[in-house]
């Protein structure tokens, strides 16, 4: 196993580093032919403010991890999908992923959002209310190109016929239901 460290161009609070099955020491086994990486993204300055909870998972082996809870991870999406900056690409996993937390009635963490904006972006108002977080999430549907954005999540999903309800109208009426 060969662990390599990701030089980047721009320096940011993350970073990268690629797991390779190369050797013979750890031997990962998976049907295919296709050699495997694993990108491992560390936060080296992550923003507070969020809450963990314990798992307890039984393969490989019996463990417990601690990990976000859902809110926070919404938060962190909510994030990521205000705010990555892809130039001009569309990173339609991520208006994927807020469709799936409003499905599921996830409350959003708005004290963790807000550490996260403030970290990121200290220039910009911080939303008070979930409300005003709302107009910042249909602020940015506004610029949303929808068609990229079902391009970018085609090859992740199975049944693409459920994109076919996505447009500016659809993920308005998506944020209405944020909580």
Known sequence: MIITRKEKRQKIA????????????????????????????????????????????????SFVTRCFDLPSLYAGKMHALLFRNWKHRVKGRDW?????YVRHRIR????????????????????????DLKSL??????????????FDVTPFIKDTSTLEIWSREYFCAVADQVM
């Open 108 to 131: 959003l963490d708005l004290r963790h959002f807000q550490q996260r904006m403030i970290q990121s972006h200290p220039e910009l108002p911080v939303p008070e209310t979930v409300t």
């Open 14 to 61: 993350i970073e990268s580093a690629f797991l390779k099955d190369n050797t013979g020491i750890y031997k990962l086994s998976f049907k295919t032919e296709k050699t495997v990486k694993i990108k491992i993204d560390v936060d080296t300055s992550p923003p507070l403010e969020f809450q963990t909870e314990n798992h307890t998972l039984m393969l490989p082996f």
């Open 137 to 150: 999430i249909k602020e940015r549907i506004g610029k949303l190109n929808v068609e990229d954005a079902k």
């Open 96 to 100: 994927y992923d807020f469709e799936w």
